[in-house]
């Protein structure tokens, strides 16, 4: 039985799935999605025995176009907001999770689902897979990351433009600008995030964690540190 009302849930072997599961309304992100994205991550960032999550969406049309904002335009008051992102940051979450994530997206992917897409470390898109940033032209800004992660995928230039005009940007381009890894034909997307996330956990998982920490956290250091963390990482690795 699965226990979420906006995901779906699997496990088989090492590779996790987490499924967006709301194709009624393109997979769009509400408050209860929101929930249970942090549940279930914060219970695989504890299960050592998951070496790879990999995000999609249910239905053909979308891998998720949005935030519910019949909920999120509807603003509770600052103290119950201010607790209720303290008690569960889910793109906090999101960033520090140990474990390497992939999303494979296809159809519409705007507003959160590109914010979901660029919290993850690998990024697939089938051919019809669409991005967009549309919060502008609804009076907010795009406050679930989508000022941070876009610019450090693609840099600032074509973010803003993407942001200040609602400019959508197709697979084809998404991958010559930074946004997806990969391009493929929808009928082959799903296979390809699960034979590329099987060639990930196929590795021992410290390695795993202690490559995608090195790139990750050495972005914000400088050369002489990240090369500092590099060396002691290594020697962790082999003392292990």
């Given amino acids: 039985m699965n226990p979420f009302e906006t995901l779906i849930y699997e496990k088989k072997g090492p590779v996790a799935r987490v499924i967006l599961n709301r194709p ?26 998951v070496r790879v ?17 019949n909920e999120f335009l509807t603003a509770p008051p600052p103290a119950a907001a201010r607790d209720v992102r303290f008690d569960a940051d889910l793109w906090d979450l999101f960033t520090h999770m140990p474990q390497p994530l992939m999303a494979a997206v296809h159809g519409y ?9 660029l919290c993850c470390d690998l990024v697939i898109a089938s051919e019809d897979a669409r991005f967009g940033l549309p919060e502008m032209g609804l009076g907010i800004i795009p406050a679930a990351g989508g000022t941070q992660t876009v610019p450090r995928a693609i840099g ?45 956990a196929a590795f021992d998982a410290a390695l795993v964690r202690s490559v995608k920490a090195a790139v990750l956290r050495g972005m914000d250091l400088s050369l002489d540190q990240g090369l500092e963390m590099e060396r002691r990482l290594a020697l962790r690795l082999n003392r292990e």
């Fill in 156 to 200: 600032n230039s074509l973010a803003l433009e993407m942001i200040l005009i609602n400019r959508w940007v197709d697979a084809d381009e998404a991958r010559r600008i930074g946004m997806v890894n990969r391009v493929v034909p929808k009928d082959r997307l799903w296979t390809e995030a699960e034979e590329t996330a099987s060639q990930i």
């Fill in 53 to 69: 999550v990999v995000f999609k969406g249910s239905g053909e049309k979308a891998f998720c176009a949005g935030a519910d904002l």
């Fill in 109 to 117: 992917c705007l507003g959160s689902g590109i914010e979901i897409t």
């Fill in 24 to 49: 009624e309304v393109l997979n769009v992100h509400n408050m209860a999605m929101r929930d249970d994205l942090f549940e279930v991550l914060s219970g695989i960032r504890e299960d050592d025995d």
